[in-house]
């Protein structure tokens, strides 16, 4: 067994782990290891937004140029494409992509068939939403967590190996001590969101600490009994949770909560789905999670599933926490709601 921390992210620890180093996990569990070389990733959420049929045509072929555009030199190493209905009843489709190398994405970025797009004054009228958030967390800065032994998702992705069996995991804790930062950092909140808009564009600056969650599930290769507890149990009782934060989040310190299914190129729905969610810390992440009925429900449910089927699930489960600095945040808006992502913010 072997920490998640990987060897050349450990450092003299002046903060304590919540576990002793007896502590014996009560199920196997991974993380995702990038080479050395890796000093920090980029995490892009591009978003079409569009209200009602008349529109949805333009918001397909504008998430197809988006995803044509990752096939340009200097394009992401992975990217997979959602979509999700918001509370406004606004469709959401999001491609998400991840880059092993900031440098490399500036480069994309700046290509001018992808700047000029963006920069266009035809986003501002072309009759649907735009955005970007843009996270880019130094490895030190975030952790993952796999629940299955074979095949990566999301930053893992990129990352490309995994490590043996961790022992941070199966205890209310694990999530910060998988993070190098912890070593040495509280990672408290400072600073607030602030929002600026400019020109038909909403832009919003994220804080010290903001906390980034990715957490996702893959049900597809599930059959029998554990598919219809799955979709009869665990499902509603994690969409009911997802559907609190994205609703009452701001109570609990959560700024929004997207619950997204996978989609293939075609827009056909895959048997996978994901949240995320930006929250002004991670002790306001942490606190959630270990004390709130919605959490506990979630967590409860899904541990009566694993204890009915015998540990035996071909249910996969994953998750990827980024702790990030106010200048490693890129949050930009167009035409979009006033309640979309962390534009909520606007003022008026």
Same mark, same amino acid.
């Given at each position: 067994?072997?920490?998640?921390?990987?060897?050349?992210l450990?450092?003299?620890?002046?903060?304590?782990?919540?576990?002793?180093?007896?502590?014996?996990?009560?199920?196997?569990?991974?993380?995702?290891?990038?080479?050395?070389?890796?000093?920090?990733?980029?995490?892009?959420?591009?978003?079409?937004?569009?209200?009602?049929?008349?529109?949805?045509?333009?918001?397909?072929?504008?998430?197809?140029?988006?995803?044509?555009?990752?096939?340009?030199?200097?394009?992401?190493?992975?990217?997979?494409?959602?979509?999700?209905?918001?509370?406004?009843?606004?469709?959401?489709?999001?491609?998400?992509?991840?880059?092993?190398?900031?440098?490399?994405?500036?480069?994309?970025?700046?290509?001018?068939?992808?700047?000029?797009?963006?920069?266009?004054?035809?986003?501002?009228?072309?009759?649907?939403?735009?955005?970007?958030?843009?996270?880019?967390?130094?490895?030190?800065?975030?952790?993952?967590?796999?629940?299955?032994?074979?095949?990566?998702?999301?930053?893992?992705?990129?990352?490309?190996?995994?490590?043996?069996?961790?022992?941070?995991?199966?205890y209310?804790?694990?999530?910060?001590?998988?993070?190098a930062?912890?070593?040495?950092?509280? !990672?408290?909140?400072? $600073? +607030? &969101? @602030?929002?600026?808009?400019?020109?038909g564009?909403?832009?919003?600056?994220?804080? =010290?600490?903001?906390?980034?969650?990715?957490?996702?599930?893959?049900?597809?290769?599930?059959?029998?009994?554990?598919?219809?507890?799955?979709?009869?149990?665990?499902?509603?009782?994690?969409?009911?949770?997802?559907?609190?934060?994205?609703?009452?989040?701001?109570?609990?310190?959560?700024?929004?909560?997207?619950?997204?299914?996978?989609?293939?190129?075609?827009?056909?729905?895959?048997?996978?789905?994901f949240?995320?969610?930006?929250?002004?810390?991670l002790?306001?992440?942490?606190?959630?999670?270990?004390?709130?009925?919605?959490?506990?429900?979630?967590?409860?449910?899904?541990?009566?599933?694993? !204890?009915?089927?015998? $540990? +035996? &699930? @071909?249910?996969?489960?994953?998750?990827?926490?980024?702790?990030?600095?106010?200048? =490693?945040?890129?949050?930009?808006?167009i035409?979009?709601?006033?309640?979309?992502?962390?534009?909520?913010?606007?003022?008026?």
């Amino acid at each position: 067994m072997e920490s998640a921390i990987d060897k050349h992210l450990m450092c003299p620890r002046t903060r304590t782990r919540r576990i002793d180093d007896e502590y014996q996990p009560p199920f196997e569990a991974w993380v995702a290891r990038a080479d050395a070389s890796v000093k920090q990733v980029v995490m892009g959420y591009f978003g079409v937004q569009t209200l009602g049929q008349a529109k949805l045509g333009t918001a397909c072929a504008t998430l197809r140029q988006i995803t044509e555009s990752f096939m340009a030199t200097d394009g992401p190493g992975h990217h997979d494409l959602a979509h999700y209905i918001d509370a406004e009843g606004y469709d959401n489709m999001v491609a998400t992509a991840y880059w092993d190398d900031p440098e490399q994405f500036k480069r994309w970025e700046a290509q001018p068939e992808i700047a000029n797009w963006w920069l266009s004054d035809e986003r501002l009228s072309d009759g649907v939403g735009h955005f970007r958030e843009i996270i880019l967390p130094k490895v030190e800065q975030f952790e993952t967590l796999l629940a299955f032994p074979e095949g990566m998702e999301g930053v893992a992705v990129i990352m490309g190996e995994r490590s043996g069996e961790i022992q941070e995991h199966g205890y209310w804790g694990g999530m910060r001590d998988r993070i190098a930062d912890s070593q040495t950092d509280a !990672m408290l909140p400072l $600073g +607030e &969101l @602030k929002t600026i808009a400019q020109s038909g564009r909403v832009f919003v600056q994220g804080h =010290e600490n903001l906390t980034v969650i990715r957490s996702g599930q893959d049900w597809s290769e599930t059959v029998d009994k554990e598919r219809h507890l799955y979709l009869t149990q665990m499902e509603p009782t994690l969409r009911a949770g997802m559907d609190f934060l994205r609703d009452k989040g701001a109570a609990v310190g959560c700024y929004n909560n997207r619950y997204m299914q996978h989609v293939d190129a075609m827009g056909q729905r895959i048997e996978k789905a994901f949240s995320v969610s930006h929250w002004r810390s991670l002790g306001h992440l942490e606190r959630w999670s270990e004390s709130h009925p919605t959490h506990i429900e979630i967590f409860g449910t899904f541990m009566r599933l694993v !204890m009915e089927l015998g $540990g +035996e &699930l @071909k249910w996969k489960g994953y998750h990827e926490v980024s702790v990030l600095k106010a200048d =490693e945040q890129r949050y930009e808006y167009i035409n979009c709601h006033a309640n979309t992502g962390l534009s909520y913010q606007m003022p008026g």
